[in-house]
């Protein structure tokens, strides 16, 4: 099992950078691909970016060259810098991991990002 607690959102402006952080609880971390996902309010939540166990990364086209996604095994934690943010990128951003044996998510962080 494992719990996952984001942190890092807030209110920037437009031009401006954030890093979100997932900190998991338990010993799987490792074993699992860690996502990014965001909702917007009136839209259906999207997949930001990906990194995989072996390190390889996907993201949408939306925030690529702009954000960065991260983890780092020894402390059981991924991260998503974020920058040159616009106010499109504004939603509530969860993380998520994903093993062979189940589907973690964490509470979500706000990213406001005002013009």
């Known amino acids: 099992q494992a719990q996952l607690v984001e942190s890092g959102g807030g209110s920037v402006q437009t031009g401006g950078s954030l890093r979100l952080s997932c900190a998991a609880s338990?010993?799987?971390?490792?074993?699992?691909?860690v996502n990014w996902y965001r909702q917007a309010p009136g839209k259906e939540r999207e997949l930001v970016a990906n990194i995989g166990t072996d390190g390889k990364t996907i993201y949408s086209d939306s925030v690529k060259g702009r954000f960065t996604i991260s983890r780092d095994n020894t402390m059981n934690t991924g991260y998503l810098q974020m920058k040159s943010l616009k106010p499109e990128d504004t939603a509530v951003y969860y993380c998520?991991?994903?093993?062979?044996?189940?589907?973690?998510w964490g509470q979500g962080t706000q990213v406001t990002v005002s013009s």
């Open positions: 338990g010993s799987i971390f490792r074993l699992g691909a």
């Open positions: 998520n991991l994903r093993t062979v044996y189940d589907n973690f």
